[in-house]
Antibody, heavy 119, light 110 residues
């Protein structure tokens, strides 16, 4: 079955970087994109960006431009999201999701990775 | 890109129907037939319920339906059941080739 499995929880200090992984299985990785979405505690979903697993093209949310980088490793069917210069308001659960075709059709989602930024 | 506008909460009794609205602009909801809806139970990852305005993925109950008029999309749940109690989020593709979510709606089944 199609599945996305994310890396474990992280605790980082302000100013540090974090890199979250998302390993895909059950489908041809390069046939779809991967989107990243985060959710701060008690808050709603926030779209962060997406990457084509076919050619590596990316599109990032304007507010994260310059701090976020999304990449893929097609040899291991794994997507990565790196966020730099972490601040306390980056504390959130980070999700990856398979992006099907155009639009915002994300299915399935990974289990989520909690990133805590605290001094 | 501003978040799409959803009501903070809606409620209904078992068996009733409810509708959740999602209002955007001509640069997102109104400009594309790329509105999706997600259901999220506490502590769980979101689940796709509707895509491309009105299409249901395989396995999603036909009690869930979607529509759009102008800059406003809607999710209707008929025959409310206790397990429908969750948070619901709309999302849309935008003119800047990005995505945007609504603020979320908490559905309470009375």
């Amino acid at each position: 079955q199609v599945q996305l499995v994310q890396s474990g929880a992280e605790v980082k200090k302000p100013g540090a970087s974090v890199k979250v992984s998302c390993k895909a299985s059950g489908y041809t990785f390069t046939s779809y994109g991967i989107s990243w979405v985060r959710q701060a505690p008690g808050q709603g979903l926030e779209w962060m960006g997406w990457i084509s697993a076919y050619n590596g093209n990316t599109n990032y949310a304007q507010k994260l431009q310059g701090r976020v980088t999304m990449t893929t490793d097609t040899s291991t069917s794994t997507a990565y999201m790196e966020l730099r210069s972490l601040r306390s308001d980056d504390t959130a659960v980070y999700y990856c999701a398979r992006k099907l075709a155009a639009g915002t059709r994300f299915d399935p989602w990974g289990q989520g990775t909690l990133v805590t930024v605290s001094s | 890109q501003s978040a799409l506008t959803q009501p903070a909460s809606v409620s209904g009794s078992p068996g009733q129907s409810i509708t959740i609205s999602c209002t955007g602009t001509s640069s997102d909801v109104g400009g594309y037939n790329y509105v999706s809806w997600y259901q999220q139970h506490p502590g769980k990852a979101p689940k796709l319920m509707i895509y491309d305005v009105s299409n249901r993925p395989s396995g999603v109950s036909n009690r869930f339906s979607g529509s759009k008029s102008g800059n406003t999309a809607s999710l209707t749940i008929s025959g409310l059941q206790a397990e429908d109690e969750a948070d619901y989020y709309c999302s849309s593709y935008t003119s800047s080739s990005s995505g945007v979510f609504g603020g979320g709606t908490k559905l309470t089944v009375l």
